[in-house]
C-alpha cells in the first residue's frame, strides 16, 4: 500500500471542530482513503473512507483533494471522548486482503476541556 | 448488531504453555484479520482468511502460531511453547469482503500476558 503522511500530534479545544490532515502523494487510482482511530486500550475503530467524493457519515467527514494526493477528517465538534490516535490507510481495491491494515504512527489528538 | 467478539478478553500463562484464541466475526463477513500490538507498538499484521482459507501465512511471527477458521466463521489463533516475547493483546478485525473498498471492524482483543 502506498504510504501516508500526517502530524504526530494536533491538539483542540473541546466542541471545536477539528481538521486532521493526511498526504499521500504516490496514491493509486484504485486506492481507498480509510481513516481508523484506537482509543487508549481500545481496539482501533473504523471512521470513515472514501474513494474519490467528499464523505459523511455520523462519526465524521471527508474531504479528499481534487487530486487525490490529500485527504482532511473533519470531527465536526470534538468531544473528550474523540481523544485518540488517528491513523490514515490507503487500501488498494484490488489488492485484496492478503496484506491486512498497515498503521503508521498516526496523529495524536489531544482535547482540552 | 453484534460486533467482533473475542475471548478470552485476557489470558495469563505461564511461559512453554499453549494458549488458543478465538475471534467470532460480524455475522456475513467474509474476510477475517488477525493482528497484534506489543505494548507501545503499533499493529502488526499476522494473518488474513477469505472464507476457510488463509492465502498468505507469511505473516505468522513463528513456527509456534498457528490459525484455522472452520465453516467461515470463528477462527482461532494457537500459540504452542509460548514465550515471553509473544505477551501483547491480540486483535481480531472482520470485514464484508477482503477489498480495499471494505472497512474493518475490530474487536476489543485479547490481553496475553506471559509470565
Known amino acids: 500500500d502506498a504510504k501516508t503522511t500526517q502530524p504526530n500530534s494536533m491538539e483542540s479545544n473541546e466542541e471545536e471542530p477539528v481538521h486532521l490532515p493526511c498526504n499521500h502523494s504516490?496514491?493509486?487510482?484504485?486506492?481507498?482513503i480509510h481513516w481508523y482511530r484506537q482509543l487508549p486500550s481500545q481496539g482501533p475503530e473504523y471512521v470513515i473512507h472514501?474513494?474519490?467524493s467528499n464523505v459523511n457519515n455520523r462519526m465524521a467527514s471527508l474531504a479528499i483533494a481534487e487530486d487525490r494526493k490529500s485527504s482532511t477528517l473533519i470531527l465536526h465538534r470534538a468531544t473528550l471522548r474523540d481523544a485518540a490516535v488517528y491513523y490514515c490507510i490507503l487500501r488498494e481495491y484490488s489488492g485484496g486482503g492478503a496484506d491486512g491494515l498497515t498503521f503508521g504512527k498516526g496523529t495524536h489528538l489531544i482535547i482540552q476541556p | 448488531g453484534a460486533g467482533v467478539s473475542q475471548s478470552p478478553s485476557n489470558k495469563v500463562t505461564e511461559k512453554g504453555k499453549d494458549v488458543e484464541l478465538r475471534c467470532d466475526p460480524i455475522?456475513?463477513?467474509?474476510?477475517l484479520y488477525w493482528y497484534r500490538q506489543s505494548l507501545g507498538q503499533g499493529l502488526e499484521f499476522l494473518i488474513y482468511?477469505?472464507?476457510?482459507?488463509?492465502?498468505?501465512k507469511s505473516g505468522l511471527p513463528s513456527d509456534r502460531f498457528s490459525a484455522e477458521r472452520t465453516g467461515g466463521s470463528v477462527s482461532t489463533l494457537t500459540i504452542q511453547r509460548t514465550q515471553q516475547e509473544d505477551s501483547a493483546v491480540y486483535l481480531c478485525a472482520s470485514s464484508l469482503e477482503g477489498s480495499g473498498a471494505q472497512p474493518q471492524h475490530f474487536g476489543d482483543g485479547t490481553r496475553l500476558s506471559i509470565l
Open positions: 482468511f477469505q472464507g476457510n482459507s488463509a492465502p498468505d
Open positions: 472514501g474513494l474519490t
Open positions: 504516490t496514491i493509486s487510482g484504485t486506492d481507498y
Open positions: 455475522s456475513g463477513h467474509t474476510a
